[in-house]
């Protein structure tokens, strides 16, 4: 528990991690899958694989340069998905409900979805005609009203053009997330970003011109070259934009990523930039919401974190469209194959837009959660947030105390200065605990997702 002497081990943004995930035999028809699974909550989430470069950094499932007519091909492939997964849903509702969309588990004209994400990738490496077309697939095929629940969407400095964000706005786009990294121009290129701040500044012009909601800005920490005067200087020039919502993250060195080796004393240099940052952005009137997330308070944002917008992460279900996506329903993980290396990524997608309707109807490779390991998501989901673990909600949930399920852990982490307890009885992380989130989170794995992790073979 927790015994690595670095707090970098791994950014935990879902349970298990995809490397746990395996080829699923028999692979199981997505209408038996989601059947009896709640639906009147559910978050919908569109992967667009291609970005305009790969940032030393990356290693997300993406790949650049696609032709135009890859695209295209994708985007029907994407559409062919969306019915087949549609029409599971919907089989899956009927059957459990008998027919009366009133009864439990049933859904009225079909599932209902609270939130919706596009994600990458570089959704805006779409040009504005296609973004149109992505959007009334989801709205049309998948019955999301884009218009009437929090949407967030990615871009980058390049892609952020003035037409492409036209489209945004104009279907309800409520939040809209850019990767700056550094608004330094030799940090910039040190992390393989070759950007300009210029081209930086002009986007963010366009993104406020645009009007959303909220704007997110993703800062880097541990850039080669960067240091707490540099650091300060992309901090300032975030804030000077006024962002509603500001993610800080580790640079890390990933196996298959651009970036070479690093040193041990990285991981202190790292850690310092870690609370120079947060220490200033706390004082520029940011509250903490996580290690990375930091936002501006207020309550009547509609792109609030998902636990405050009526979908709950640690509990409701996620349907992904998209080779590299994946969904989540309370007892099965599941997705396409996963890679990184660019000639796996390549070869996933050629094989993605070739499959027909029926190739979308079961799942592929997953994981399959018993009891303890939805309960040791739960508790990774809500104590990696600053706002920590709601004993009610995980009473309700499960049957039993989250302290004599996890006492153990929960003592090791008190002992080290990580978790505290608030007066409202929730277990939380301290400061320090939340620095340490890299390390916490992965140590809270089960064994068996570890052993799993441990063998498998990145390509």
């Not at 330094?184 to 009007?211: F, K, N, S, T, W």
């Not at 852990?409 to 277990?427: H, M, N, S, V």
């Amino acid at each position: 528990m927790v015994t690595a002497t670095s707090p970098y081990q791994g950014y935990v943004y879902a349970y298990p991690h995809k490397t746990a995930y395996r080829p699923l035999d028999p692979r199981p028809p997505l209408r038996r899958v989601w059947e009896g699974e709640p639906m009147d909550s559910l978050s919908l989430y569109l992967h667009i694989p291609f970005c305009e470069m790969r940032c030393g950094f990356c290693n997300l499932f993406t790949r650049t340069g696609a032709p135009d007519e890859l695209v295209a091909a994708y985007l029907d492939a994407l559409e062919r998905q969306a019915g087949a997964v549609r029409e599971a849903l919907d089989a899956a509702l009927d059957s459990a409900s008998g027919g009366d969309p009133g009864a439990p588990g049933g859904a009225p004209g079909g599932p209902v979805f609270a939130v919706a994400a596009v994600g990458g990738g570089t959704p805006t490496y779409l040009s504005a005609a296609e973004l149109t077309r992505l959007f009334d697939l989801a709205e049309r095929t998948m019955g999301v009203d884009l218009r009437t629940v929090p949407l967030s969407v990615e871009t980058s400095p390049a892609t952020a053009t003035a037409d492409r964000l036209a489209v945004l706005a104009e279907r309800g786009t409520t939040r809209i997330s850019i990767g700056v990294q550094s608004f330094v121009d030799a940090e910039a290129r040190a992390a393989v970003r070759p950007q300009r701040r210029a081209e930086v500044e002009a986007a963010l012009g366009r993104i406020r011109e645009a009007g959303f909601e909220t704007l997110n800005l993703d800062l880097i920490y541990g850039i080669d070259g960067q240091d707490a005067r540099s650091w300060r200087h992309s901090l300032d020039a975030a804030l000077a934009w006024k962002p509603e919502e500001i993610y800080l993250y580790p640079l890390y060195v990933r196996p298959l990523t651009g970036l070479g080796r690093r040193a041990r004393d990285w991981d202190d240099h790292r850690l310092g930039l870690y609370r120079r940052g947060r220490d200033h952005l706390l004082a520029a009137g940011y509250e903490q919401v996580s290690m990375r997330m930091f936002r501006l308070p207020d309550p009547a944002r509609t792109a609030a974190p998902a636990h405050t917008t009526g979908y709950c992460c640690q509990s409701d279900g996620m349907v992904g469209l998209g080779c590299g996506a994946r969904s989540y329903t309370s007892t099965l993980h599941y997705s396409h194959e996963y890679a990184v290396g660019t000639r796996q990524v390549r070869a996933i997608i050629d094989d993605y837009v070739r499959l027909a309707p029926g190739d979308f109807t079961a799942a592929n490779v997953g994981f399959r959660l018993g009891d303890d390991e939805r309960r040791r998501r739960h508790l990774i989901q809500s104590l990696l947030q600053a706002e920590g673990l709601d004993p009610a909600a995980y009473r309700a949930r499960f049957g039993t105390e989250a302290t004599a399920d996890f006492g153990a852990e929960f003592d090791r982490l008190a002992a080290r200065g990580w978790l505290e307890t608030d007066a409202a009885g929730w277990p939380r992380l301290t400061a320090e605990g939340l620095a340490h989130s890299d390390a916490i989170g992965p140590a809270l794995f089960s064994g068996a997702v570890r052993e799993l992790m441990a063998g498998y073979e990145a390509r």
